[in-house]
């Protein structure tokens, strides 16, 4: 089974603050994505990467940017955090592009801004 | 703009059959998916329709229709662990470097006894 690791479940940050995201996956996946869950929004992309050291912006990346070192590992970072960017971080990883291909989740990271 | 669009809430009843569907408005269309997720937990695949008709899976079936940019799932024999948020999502890039999943904003399912 694929299995995508954040590396925090829960984490409480204060406005102003660099805020770092992890997501690891053990499947040698080519993309990975970063989505944002907010209730009645749905899940929306903020970034995602098909190689590393490459990266796309999805719909909302403003307030965000991505790392890309290594195959396995895909950062989201959070310049300066605000109260509006508190959500659930879901991350995501897939094998190829192909459209019939899914996408395999993580646990999500609920960031609290205050 | 790319857009899609489903019922906030669904309620049925244990063993009862129900429908969730799926309009969407996008730019390029490359086949419709489906994803569970439990509360508290991570979205899981479900289904993916390329082509018109019904695909089945054990209880569960998607349609769709790209002439009506519609589909759904079906649920049959509703269990009590089927209640969970349900997404349809759209590919709008065939593979290259840009392969956007656009998610719905999903359907919570309550199962009743």
């Known amino acids: 089974d694929v299995k995508v690791t954040q590396s925090s479940r829960y984490l409480v940050k204060r406005t102003g603050e660099k805020v770092f995201l992890e997501c690891v996956q053990d499947?040698?996946?080519?993309?990975m994505f970063w989505y944002r869950q907010d209730p009645g929004l749905g899940l929306r992309l903020i970034y995602f990467s098909y190689d590393v050291k490459m990266k796309e912006k999805g719909d909302i990346p403003e307030g965000y940017s991505v790392s890309r070192e290594k195959k396995e590992r895909f950062s989201l970072i959070l310049e300066s955090a605000s109260t509006n960017q508190t959500s659930m971080y879901l991350c995501?990883?897939?094998?190829?592009?192909?459209?019939?291909?899914?996408?395999?989740f993580g646990n999500g990271t609920r960031l609290t801004v205050t | 703009g790319q857009s899609l669009e489903q019922p906030s809430e669904v309620t049925a009843v244990e063993g009862a059959i129900v429908q969730i569907n799926c309009t969407y408005q996008t730019s390029g269309f490359y086949g419709l998916s489906w994803y569970q997720q439990h509360d508290g937990g991570a979205p899981t695949f479900l289904s993916y329709n390329a082509l018109d008709g019904l695909e089945e899976t054990g209880r569960f079936s998607s349609f769709l229709s790209r002439s009506d940019s519609y589909g759904y799932l079906l649920l049959q024999e509703l269990q009590m662990k089927d209640s969970a948020s349900y997404f349809c999502?759209?590919?709008?890039?065939?593979?290259?470097?840009?392969?956007?999943?656009?998610f719905g904003t999903g359907t919570l399912l309550a199962v009743q006894p």
């Open positions: 995501a990883s897939s094998p190829s592009t192909q459209p019939y291909s899914p996408l395999h």
């Open positions: 999502a759209v590919r709008d890039q065939y593979g290259g470097a840009t392969n956007k999943l656009i």
């Open positions: 499947m040698d996946h080519e993309n």
